[in-house]
């Protein structure tokens, strides 16, 4: 069955510190990949997507994400964060087909340290 | 800019009510979603709509009922609120796949918290 897996519930980095977040996912073939992230009460905005060619990503924000076959799984970076990136980080998988339906991670939650 | 309102932030009903929530879209989107997200659950889809008075049921349709009437607009219902369908229900759409454009990413509205008492 199709999965997407966030190992990572929550992380505290120090301001200024990189930041990694995981995302695997369960599929046979390559998928459409996406991070979400979602400040306090707010609904969630497009970080970085995926579909095909060059596996690394960037997207706003600073944040770039690397897509690896091999491993299945796509994740996001920051080489330093700022306070302002504290929020919750959701990695999103389609499968394919016309209705474009999204598998969403259970998300990462970050915290940042002054 | 793409847009994806959402009728209420807050909203506080009584077990038992019947509730509607409201969505629209501004960019001429065919799919659109419910989704609701609890603490440490994410994302879980209600029901999606591909077209005008189409719908799917997703992974946790019970006790909900979606109409979409317009394109634009798709709406999810609470017969009868209980109070475990409190939570944050956050509305998407994304355009066809076929169309070539964006894939399937989709686009929020802010949510709207519900509390049932």
């Known amino acids: 069955a199709q999965s997407v897996t966030q190992p990572d519930i929550h992380i505290t980095v120090s301001e200024g510190a990189s930041l990694e977040l995981r995302c695997n996912y369960s599929?046979?073939?390559?998928?459409?990949l996406f991070w979400y992230v979602q400040s306090p009460g707010q609904g969630l905005q497009l970080l970085l997507k995926y579909f095909s060619g060059d596996t690394l990503v960037q997207g706003i924000k600073g944040f770039e994400a690397e897509f690896k076959r091999s491993q299945s799984s796509f994740n996001l970076r920051k080489p330093s964060v700022h306070w302002s990136d504290a929020a919750e980080y959701f990695c999103?998988?389609?499968?394919?087909?016309?209705?474009?339906?999204?598998?969403f991670g259970k998300g990462t939650k970050l915290s940042v340290k002054p | 800019d793409v847009k994806v309102t959402q009728s209420s932030r807050y909203l506080v009903k009584r077990t038992g009510e019947k509730v509607f929530l409201e969505c629209v879209q501004d960019m001429d989107h065919e799919n659109m979603f419910w989704y609701r997200q609890d603490p440490g659950l994410g994302l879980r889809l209600i029901y999606f709509s591909y077209d005008v008075k189409m719908k799917e049921k997703g992974d946790i349709p019970e006790g909900y009922s979606v109409s979409r009437e317009k394109k634009e607009r798709f709406s999810l219902i609470l017969e009868s609120a209980s109070t475990n369908q409190t939570s944050m229900y956050l509305c998407?759409?994304?355009?066809?796949?076929?169309?070539?454009?964006?894939?399937?990413?989709?686009?929020f509205g802010p949510g709207t918290r519900l509390t049932v008492l």
């Open positions: 599929y046979g073939a390559t998928p459409y």
């Open positions: 999103a998988v389609g499968f394919g087909g016309s209705q474009g339906n999204l598998i």
């Open positions: 998407a759409s994304s355009l066809w796949l076929d169309k070539g454009v964006s894939y399937n990413e989709q686009f």
